[in-house]
C-alpha cells in the first residue's frame, strides 16, 4: 500500500490524479489544496465509489512555508509516512508583455509554483521512506521547454520546475527515491480561468475548435509512471493533445 501526497487537488489534473488512484486498491490518498471544502466532497465523491480508500484532507497554501513546515511536522501518526509525492499545485496568472506585465501576478506565479514545490519538497521528504515504492512526480509543462508570447514569468517558473526536477533526481538518488515530471500542452481545468482571472468566455476560447488533453489523461499517465517496476524511472515525459504541435501551433477546424 502506497500513501500518495497530492498538492492542489482540489481542481483539474490533482483532481484527477486523486480519482485515478482512489480506484486503485494500491493506494491511499493525502489531498491538500487551499479550498477545503472542495477536497471534502471530492473525497465523499470518492468514498461513494471506492469505500475502502483511504483519504485524508487538509488545507494547505503553499506558498505559506511556515504553515507548510508546520502541516508536515504535524501530520496524524497514521498518515506520516509519504510513498509518493505528487507537486501538482500550480497557476498562470496574466498573459501580458513583461513590459506590461503586474508584479502581483509575477509574484504569486513564482511564490506558488517554485517556491510553493520547494517548500512542499522540503518538508515532505523527510517523511518519504526510503523503499522501492519513493517517488517524486513533478507537473511541468510545455512552458518548461518552450517560451512563447507573454508567457514569460509562467514560463520562467516552469523551467524553474524542469532545472529542479533535474536537481532533486541527483540529490535524491542516494536516498533511492526517483523523481520524474511530466511535462502538458493544453489540459482543459480551470487553469485558463485562473490565468484571466475568472473570464470565462477567454478561457473557453483557449480550447475552441480542438480536443485538449483532459485531466483524466494526465492522471492516466501518471499512474503509468507510479506503476513501474522499482528500476525503472521514467524522467520525464511530455505530452500534447494531438491538435497542438508546438505551445502556440494548434490546429482548430474552423
Ligand atoms: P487548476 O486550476 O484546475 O488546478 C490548480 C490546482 O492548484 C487547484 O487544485 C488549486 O487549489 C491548486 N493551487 C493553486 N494555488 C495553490 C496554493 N497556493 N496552495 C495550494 N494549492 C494551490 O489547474 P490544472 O489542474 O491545470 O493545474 C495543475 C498543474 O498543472 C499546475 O502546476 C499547472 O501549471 C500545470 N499544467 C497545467 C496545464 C493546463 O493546460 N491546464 C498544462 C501544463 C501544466 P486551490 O485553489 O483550492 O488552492
Ligand atoms: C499550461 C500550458 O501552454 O498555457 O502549462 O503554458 S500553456
Same mark, same amino acid.
Request: net charge negative; hydrophobic share 30%; no cysteine.
Given at each position: 500500500m502506497r500513501t500518495v501526497l497530492i498538492t492542489?487537488? %482540489? %481542481?483539474g489534473i490533482g483532481q484527477a490524479c486523486a480519482t485515478v488512484l482512489a480506484a486503485d486498491s494500491n493506494y491511499r490518498l493525502l489531498l491538500c489544496a487551499r479550498r477545503l471544502q472542495r477536497l471534502e466532497e471530492l473525497k465523499e465523491s470518492l468514498l461513494e465509489q471506492h469505500p475502502s480508500c483511504e483519504i485524508f484532507c487538509f488545507e494547505l497554501d503553499v506558498r505559506d512555508r511556515a504553515s507548510v513546515e508546520q502541516t508536515f511536522a504535524n501530520l496524524p501518526d497514521d498518515w506520516n509516512n509519504i510513498d509518493v509525492l505528487i507537486n501538482n499545485a500550480g497557476l498562470s496568472q496574466g498573459l501580458n508583455a513583461i513590459q506590461e506585465g503586474d508584479t502581483g501576478d509575477w509574484d504569486r506565479m513564482i511564490d506558488t509554483n517554485v517556491k510553493g514545490l520547494l517548500y512542499v519538497t522540503k518538508y515532505a521528504e523527510p517523511l &518519504?521512506? %526510503?523503499? *522501492?515504492n519513493a517517488h517524486i512526480v513533478n507537473i511541468g509543462s510545455i512552458a518548461g521547454k518552450e517560451v512563447y508570447p507573454n508567457g514569460n514569468v509562467y514560463c520562467a517558473t516552469k523551467h524553474a520546475v524542469d532545472a529542479l526536477t533535474k536537481a532533486m533526481r541527483i540529490d535524491l538518488l542516494e536516498k533511492g527515491i526517483r523523481v520524474s515530471s511530466i511535462d502538458p500542452g &493544453?489540459? *482543459?481545468?480551470e487553469f485558463s480561468e485562473v490565468r484571466f482571472k475568472g473570464d470565462k468566455e477567454l478561457a473557453k476560447n483557449v480550447y475552441k475548435g480542438l480536443t485538449p488533453l483532459s485531466g483524466t489523461d494526465i492522471a492516466e499517465i501518471i499512474a503509468f509512471i507510479l506503476s513501474r517496476p522499482a528500476h525503472v524511472n521514467i524522467n520525464d515525459l511530455l505530452v500534447m493533445p494531438t491538435a497542438q504541435a508546438t505551445a502556440t501551433i494548434v490546429k482548430r477546424d474552423s
Open positions: 492542489g487537488a %482540489s %481542481s &518519504m521512506r %526510503s523503499s *522501492e &493544453m489540459v *482543459e481545468t
